[in-house]
């Protein structure tokens, strides 16, 4: 995990690994940034959404019991929405660098869609 100060905050980035550890014991809440159309189609299992577009940062849970850790795409949204939580008053915030592309080319698991039904299915892993 790599830390930095911004302005008397912190801001992690975190691997997808240290993601898929911390989400496996139950230390963070992971929130997809990502839109409910690319959400929908595939996403980490037990990630919460909230769009880039609805995003409010004053109504991100506490973080006394577990860490939040935003995620998007490629990193790129999840970063800028970490930074929009700091400028808000979130004192500590995580994202996760890199992205959905990241953890999928980690081949990490998750809920992808079968192109043939339509239905869920766990991919990866």
Request: overall charge negative; charged content about 25%; some cysteine.
């Amino acid at each position: 995990m790599k830390s930095e100060e911004i302005q008397g905050t912190t801001l992690e980035t975190w691997t997808p690994e240290e993601v898929k550890a911390a989400l496996d014991a139950h230390e963070i809440v992971l929130i997809d940034v990502r839109t409910p159309q690319e959400f929908m189609f595939e996403h980490i299992e037990g990630a919460l959404l909230s769009p880039m577009a609805f995003f409010d940062p004053k109504a991100l849970p506490g973080q006394n019991d577990k860490r939040i850790v935003l995620h998007c795409g490629s990193g790129v949204r999840s970063e800028k929405m970490a930074k929009t939580a700091l400028a808000a008053g979130v004192d500590r915030i995580a994202h996760m660098e890199g992205g959905f592309g990241a953890w999928k080319q980690a081949r990490l698991p998750y809920i992808g869609t079968d192109m043939a039904s339509g239905a869920p299915k766990r991919t990866g892993g």
